[in-house]
């Protein structure tokens, strides 16, 4: 199995600042791997896919970069919508995908 | 526009059982593997079951091995969950989703629906 550690558990950014968030395979993926958005009481939304690329409706201040095993998340410039937990996945052979554990982005 | 409705959750004693399922509209259902990801009170995405379109291929975690199924009626556009032996720690919010056709993200999600255990 393949194992995905973010970094890290809870990060404190204040808005308007940049945030950035890890997330480690313990494996090479490609490129296979998405981020998504979690906000209390609400499911998962996907952010990025391919470790790069946004989906629909995604603001330009999220981007994603990285491959084979270091993968990163960064928020531009944070709005107050932005506060939430976010979760990377790793796709790289149907169906043994997994889950980071999330990081808590939180207001400072 | 793509929609997910996970219903059948509520309250089950442990070593109960309960179904799941998924009502999905908006798209064609028989062409797309779908999954289900569970997520305990104050825990992260657990990936718990898959399957694929036509239900050749089905996959579970270790935490529900033997005691989960995942099924699907494409002629209901309905994912199903059965889920046996329930212990308390499957407690948890559980969602379905679409797996992205030709790769492996999930797309589109529903809104998830609350199983408890307790007796």
């Known amino acids: 199995e393949i194992v995905m550690t973010q970094s890290p558990a809870t990060l404190s950014v204040s808005p308007g600042e940049r945030a950035t968030l890890s997330c480690r395979a313990s494996q090479s993926l490609s490129s296979n791997l998405a981020w998504y958005q979690q906000k209390p009481g609400q499911a998962p939304r996907l952010l990025i896919y391919g470790a790069s690329t946004r989906a629909t409706g995604i603001p330009a201040r999220f981007s994603g970069s990285g491959s084979g095993t270091e993968f990163t998340l960064t928020i531009s410039s944070l709005q107050s919508e932005d506060f939430a937990v976010y979760y990377c996945?790793?796709?790289?052979?149907?169906?043994?995908?997994?889950f980071g554990q999330g990081t808590k982005l939180e207001i400072k | 526009e793509v929609q997910l409705v996970e219903s059948g959750g509520g309250l089950v004693q442990p070593g109960g059982s309960l179904r799941l399922s998924c009502a999905a509209s908006g798209f064609t259902f028989s062409s797309y593997a779908m999954l289900w990801v569970r997520q305990a009170p104050g825990k992260g995405l657990e990936y718990v079951s898959a399957?694929?379109?036509?239900?050749?291929?089905?996959y579970y975690a270790n935490s529900v091995k033997g005691r989960f199924t995942i099924s699907r009626d494409n002629s209901k556009n309905t994912l199903y969950l059965q889920m046996g032996s329930l212990r308390a720690e499957d407690m948890a919010v559980y969602y379905c989703?679409?797996?992205?056709?030709?790769?492996?993200?999930?797309?589109?999600w529903g809104q998830g629906t609350l199983v408890t255990v307790s007796s």
């Open positions: 399957i694929s379109s036509n239900g050749g291929i089905t």
């Open positions: 989703a679409r797996k992205k056709n030709g790769d492996g993200y999930f797309d589109y």
């Open positions: 996945q790793q796709y790289n052979n149907w169906p043994l995908y997994t």
